[in-house]
């Protein structure tokens, strides 16, 4: 005897699980940490709900109230690390370890094989924002296929943005005094990434959506005539070749960090939260 498939009646609503409130902490309150507090606070990320701002003085709740690491572990399902290479090295680990998972921006801070090996350890997992720029589906696509040969990412900017500690008296006029576009420094995304810790950060999210940063080339130049931020990547395949132009806006905040930042940050938070229908 065939079985009678079981029919519900058209006036039984179908169960649906009570979707999971995802908890986020958000490091930093500048340029990028603020207008993500700020989409946290006012709903518009849904799925989601401010658990805590974190800054030099410690953690606080959603109402400015202090928490210690472990009543911010229990509070806290994600972590926004919106505050530098240098945050991200001291406090990230300790997140990660804490169970606690971790979107990073200050990505060049992973040059540091060490602090990458700890960030990867769990049991957190460690999640990387595209940041500043685009392209990266496609990189990650072909480096999977195993069709991917070389990638390389130059990127342009103020002459006086480049300006750093190492750099001697005749460095540092040969950069302020450019009268046109002049490479400052070529190499691996890690020597980049160390050297321009505040301008470098697509190196090494370049070098990370390769997985072999042998196969990238990176560089910096100064150009006293560019209106904006510009960052250029080719990518050589046996599927294609691309090209990828990024010209972002700065913050209005912060002139040295692109209006673009904040708004990957809260597209990320979407997606981490469960959005039904999303681009992978």
């Given amino acids: 005897m065939s079985a009678t498939p079981t029919r519900v009646p058209e006036d039984v609503a179908p169960v649906t699980q009570p979707q999971r409130v995802l908890r986020v902490a958000v490091l930093g309150k500048g340029a990028v940490g603020g207008p993500v507090v700020a989409a946290l606070r006012s709903g518009a990320i849904p799925g989601t709900a401010l658990a805590a701002v974190i800054d030099s003085r410690g953690a606080s709740d959603a109402l400015g109230g202090p928490l210690s690491l472990a009543q911010l572990a229990e509070r806290t399902d994600l972590v926004v690390e919106a505050a530098g290479q240098r945050a991200l090295a001291e406090a990230g680990p300790g997140f990660i370890a804490a169970g606690l998972d971790l979107l990073a921006l200050s990505i060049g801070a992973l040059a540091d094989e060490d602090l990458h090996r700890r960030l990867s350890a769990g049991p957190g997992r460690l999640y990387l924002s595209t940041g500043a720029i685009g392209g990266l589906d496609v990189i990650r696509a072909l480096s999977d296929a195993g069709t991917l040969d070389q990638v390389r990412i130059e990127t342009t900017k103020l002459p006086r943005t480049l300006v750093q500690d190492w750099m001697?008296?005749?460095?540092?006029?040969?950069?302020?005094?450019?009268?046109?576009?002049?490479?400052?420094?070529?190499?691996?995304?890690?020597?980049?990434?160390?050297?321009?810790?505040?301008?470098?950060?697509?190196?090494?999210?370049?070098?990370?959506?390769?997985?072999?940063?042998?196969?990238?080339?990176?560089?910096?130049?100064?150009?006293?005539?560019?209106?904006?931020?510009?960052?250029?990547?080719?990518?050589?395949?046996?599927?294609?070749?691309?090209?990828?132009?990024?010209?972002?806006?700065?913050?209005?905040d912060n002139p040295a960090t692109s209006g673009l930042v904040p708004l990957a940050v809260v597209r990320a938070l979407h997606d981490l939260a469960g959005r039904r229908e999303t681009v992978k």
């Fill in 168 to 252: 001697d008296d005749g460095e540092r006029a040969r950069v302020l005094e450019a009268t046109a576009r002049t490479e400052i420094l070529r190499g691996s995304p890690q020597r980049i990434a160390t050297a321009f810790p505040k301008s470098a950060n697509v190196a090494m999210a370049v070098a990370t959506a390769v997985g072999d940063p042998e196969r990238v080339e990176a560089a910096v130049y100064a150009d006293p005539q560019c209106d904006v931020t510009t960052h250029e990547i080719t990518v050589h395949s046996a599927t294609g070749d691309y090209w990828f132009r990024i010209s972002n806006l700065p913050s209005p």
